[in-house]
C-alpha cells in the first residue's frame, strides 16, 4: 500500500501524434513524491512533447494523466497548476516589461488566490515571501531590474523563482540548463536539489547533458524516438544495453 | 531606476501637490476659460474617460481594442432615448447608459477574448461597426442617421458650467479607479498577461476569463464617458458608434503614450485643443493630424508622456522604451 501512496504522477499509454509523426508513444511513466526525476534522450526524442502533455500545453492523442489519484487528462493548464503542477520553459518565456520583483509577486498572487483583488495595493502583499523566494535563488541585487534586461543565467532562475511562487508540489523543469555555461550548470543544479530538499518538492525534468543528470536525479527515464527504453536509478540506466546503444555509445 | 534616492515619502509629497495644482487647476477652469474652450476642455476630459478606458485593454492588457465606440456610442444613446422617450431621471440614465455598454461589453467581449492579436483587433471592430449598423438602420427605435435631439439634462446642469464640474468629478474618479485597479493584484495579472500569456496561464490564470473582466470594466467606463457626452451636447448620432470614433482613442493613447497611465489624458488634451484650434483656420485637420502622429512616432516612439518621463525623470519604469513589450513572448511552441 506504502508504494501506491508514494505515486504523486501518473502516465498511462500517453501517446500524441503530429500528423503522421508519433511524437510521444504509448509512455507509462510513475513519478514517486519527493523525488527528483530526469527524463533524458537525443532531441527529438519526444521530451518536451511528453512535458506538454503532462502540463496540459498540448492535448494528448490517448492514454491518460492521473496526478494524486485524479484523472487530469482533460485539465486546461491553468487548472492543472490549480491542483498542484507547473513548470518552467525550455525558450526562456517571462515577463520582458516586469520587474523581477514583480514576476515573482504575480506567482504568489495568482496561487494564494488574490488575484481578483480589483483595488488592493499589490504591493504590499507578500513582501517577506517575495525576497525570501528571490534570496533562495540568488536574485535580490536584481529585483528592480526589468525581465527583458536580465542575463540569460538570471532569466533561467527568475523563471525558477516564479515556478516557485505558484507553490506546486510537482515542479517540471523543461531543461533547467539549456545554454548555460558548466559553472551556471553545476549552480543551478546544487539550487534545484537544495530546493527541492528544503521546500519538499518533487521535481521532474527533462535534460540532454548525462554529466548533470547522473550528479542530481534519483531516477532516470530515457526516451528514445518518444518511447521509454529505460526506467530505474542511475546505475542501472547506465548498465543498459539499450541506453549504451543509443544515447552514450553513439550510432546504433 | 538606479537611484532610489527618492524616498518613498518624497515620491508621495510630489505625487500630492500635482495632484493638488491638478485639481486646483481644473476647479478654477469656469471662471478663466471662455464658454468656447471650457466646451473644448469639457470634451477632452469626457474623451480623456474614453481613452484611459481604451488604454486598459491596449497598454495594460496588450489588447487592441478597435471597436471601443460601440460601447461610447451605446452609453450615449441609452441615456438619450431615456431622457427624451421615457422622461427617465437623469442620474438613473447615467447609470442605466454604464449597465448598457456594461452588458454589451460582457456580450462581444465573450467572443473577442477568445482570440488575440490582430484577429482580436478585427473582431472588435467587426461587433462595434454591427452595433453601429444596427443604430444607424433601426430607424424607428434609434432615430436613424438623424440621431436623438433635445437630450437636456436637468435643472441647473443645463449651465455648461456647472456640467463642467460634473464631468470634471466624473474624470477625476475615473482615473482614480483605474489608477486603484492597474496597481492592483489584479492589475499585475493583466500585466503578466500583456507580456506573456502563455506563462500567466501556467501561473493558474485563466486568460480568456480574467480578459473578460477587464474587457467589461473597459467597455463600462466607456460607456461613462458617451452618457456623460450625449446631455451636454444636448444629442446622439450613429457615428458614435463608428470605427473612426473608434480610431480616436488609439491615437490619443499612441500620441500620449501608452505605457504610461496619465499617457491617453495627455494625447487626448493634444488632439482635442490642437483640433479645436487648427479649425479656426483650415478645414484639413486630418492632414494636420497625419503629419503629428508621424512626428510623434518616429521622434518620441514612447508617446508625448513616455518621452518626457524617460527624459525628465529619475525614477518610474514604466516609462522605458521598450515599446509594446512584444519579445520573447512566444511561447514554447516548438518541442523538442
Known sequence: ?252 | MGNASDTKEEKVLRRALILIIAVGIGLVMPHVLSPFYLMILSEALIMSIFALSFNLLFGYMGQLSFGQAAFYGLGGYAVAMLITKAHFNFWLSLLAGVLVAAIAGLIVGYFCVRLRGIYFAILTLAFGQLLFVIVYKWHDFTGGDDGIQGVFPPGILTSPKVYYYLIFLAFLGTTYLLWRIVNSPFGYVLKAMRDNPERTEFLGINISRYQLFAFVISAALSGLAGALWAPFYRSVAPFYLMWVKSGEPVMATILGGANTFLGPVVGTFVMTFVHAYVLGFTYFWPVIMGCFILLVIFFLPGGILGFALEKFSTSGRENSGYGRGRQGSSGDKKSD
Open chain 1, 1 to 252: 500500500m506504502g508504494e501506491e501512496d508514494r505515486v504523486l504522477l501518473e502516465t498511462r499509454n500517453l501517446t500524441k501524434d503530429f500528423g503522421k509523426l508519433r511524437a510521444v508513444n504509448s509512455v507509462n511513466l510513475t513519478v514517486k513524491k519527493g523525488d527528483i526525476h530526469a527524463i533524458i534522450g537525443p532531441n527529438g526524442a519526444g521530451k518536451t512533447t511528453f512535458f506538454n502533455l503532462v502540463t496540459g500545453y498540448h492535448a494528448p492523442t490517448g492514454g491518460q494523466v492521473i496526478f494524486k489519484g485524479r484523472d487530469i487528462t482533460r485539465f486546461p493548464p491553468h487548472r492543472r497548476c490549480k491542483v498542484g503542477i507547473t513548470r518552467s520553459f525550455q525558450i526562456t518565456s517571462i515577463f520582458p516589461q516586469l520587474t523581477v520583483y514583480e514576476g515573482v509577486l504575480v506567482g504568489l498572487l495568482c496561487s494564494k488566490g488574490l488575484s481578483l483583488d480589483f483595488l488592493s495595493k499589490a504591493m504590499k502583499f507578500f513582501e517577506r515571501e517575495v525576497w525570501e523566494i528571490l534570496q533562495a535563488v540568488g536574485l535580490t541585487e536584481h529585483a528592480r531590474l526589468q525581465g527583458a534586461s536580465l542575463s540569460h543565467g538570471d532569466k533561467k532562475r527568475w523563471e525558477l523563482a516564479i515556478t516557485l511562487a505558484t507553490r506546486p508540489e510537482l515542479l517540471l523543469l523543461d531543461e533547467p540548463t539549456c545554454g548555460m555555461s558548466p559553472e551556471e550548470t553545476e549552480s543551478t543544479m546544487i539550487l534545484i536539489r537544495k530546493l527541492a530538499e528544503e521546500r519538499g518538492l518533487t521535481i521532474l525534468f527533462t535534460e540532454h547533458d548525462m554529466s548533470v543528470v547522473f550528479g542530481i536525479a534519483k531516477r532516470i527515464t530515457v526516451f528514445h524516438m518518444g518511447c521509454v527504453i529505460a526506467d530505474g536509478d542511475p546505475q542501472s540506466v547506465r548498465a543498459s544495453e539499450d541506453v549504451q546503444r543509443v544515447y552514450l555509445g553513439g550510432v546504433a
